[in-house]
């Protein structure tokens, strides 16, 4: 071979790469550890150039809808079945959209509350409280819209996931993040967290959820005011009630949350735990 077809040969191959150029070198099982401190760090080193001191998380399925488009999907499968009648599915179909309907009234809490809450504490030159979610539709959309409206930034932690999942566009460009493990991403939704509201949600909802509970449990962060909003929804999906019963919680774990309907039942209870004071600005977790 030719002296420089032999030197192309050897910049191509893989080996002369350099290391932080080399995707598959990165992608590796040895080089997890390096991943992971990628993203720690990443999202890190963004909020602290943003100033936020503080957040405040939002959760929720990722599966509800404004009441308007609950209405048009309702109004859509109703006209079908009237032209449709003998399709056997249709009826399944408009039940689960009456409750999707039904349930689009946290969508308009979710927007509210984080509009109220951003408009309160969110100031140009200290960022506090500000709003954190998943970062893709349903609730966490509804929450970053509102603090869309109320002119406030808003973070997104986006994961990436078999189905691709899009980050809704009221998330703050700068604040937007997408992580590959989904631990480093529950370890920066609680860094910063001053306090948690959940709506009504499916897996991940309450895997987050009990994650939060079991955490403050066993004292591994500080307490911090968790609101469930929809009690309707709260009190058939997990009874606490017969957990303490059965002796498998204690009576200070169900006094750890409380259960509310409106966004400003939410943000009374953070009045009512912070007393009007704004946290200090250090790390929840230890």
């Given at each position: ?188 939704f609680l860094l910063r967290a001053r306090a948690l509201v959940a709506f009504p949600g499916g897996s991940g909802t309450l895997d987050e959820l009990f994650e939060v509970l079991t955490l403050v449990q066993t004292g591994k962060v500080r307490r911090v005011p968790i609101v469930l909003v929809g009690a309707a929804f709260w009190r058939r999906a997990i009874d606490f009630e017969f957990l303490l ?42």
């Open positions: 071979m030719k002296r420089d077809a032999l030197l192309q040969a050897i910049e191509d191959s893989p080996s002369y790469r350099l290391a932080h150029e080399d995707s598959e070198f990165l992608s590796s099982d040895d080089l997890r550890s390096v991943r992971l401190e990628l993203e720690m760090l990443k999202p890190e080193r963004q909020l602290r150039r943003h100033k936020v001191h503080s957040t405040v998380v939002v959760f929720g399925s990722a599966r509800l809808v404004p009441e308007h488009l609950a209405r048009a999907q309702l109004a859509a499968l109703e006209q079908r079945a009237g032209m449709q009648p003998a399709d056997a599915t249709l009826p399944v179909q408009i039940a689960r959209a009456r409750i999707q309907l039904d349930y689009a009234r946290h969508y308009e809490e979710a927007w509210r509350f984080a509009e109220i809450v951003s408009r309160h504490f969110q100031q140009q030159r200290r960022r506090d409280f500000v709003v954190v979610t998943g970062g893709g539709p349903g609730i966490t959309e509804a929450a970053n819209r509102g603090a869309f409206d109320a002119g406030a930034r808003s973070i997104g932690l986006n994961i990436t996931l078999p189905h691709e999942q899009a980050p809704n566009p009221f998330v703050s460009p700068e604040l937007c993040f997408r992580f590959r493990y989904f631990g480093l991403r529950k370890m920066h019963e059965e002796g498998l919680v204690n009576a200070e774990d169900v006094r750890l949350f409380a259960v509310v309907e409106t966004a400003e039942e939410v943000v009374a209870v953070l009045h009512e735990f912070y007393g009007g004071v704004l946290p200090a600005n250090d790390t929840a977790l230890d």
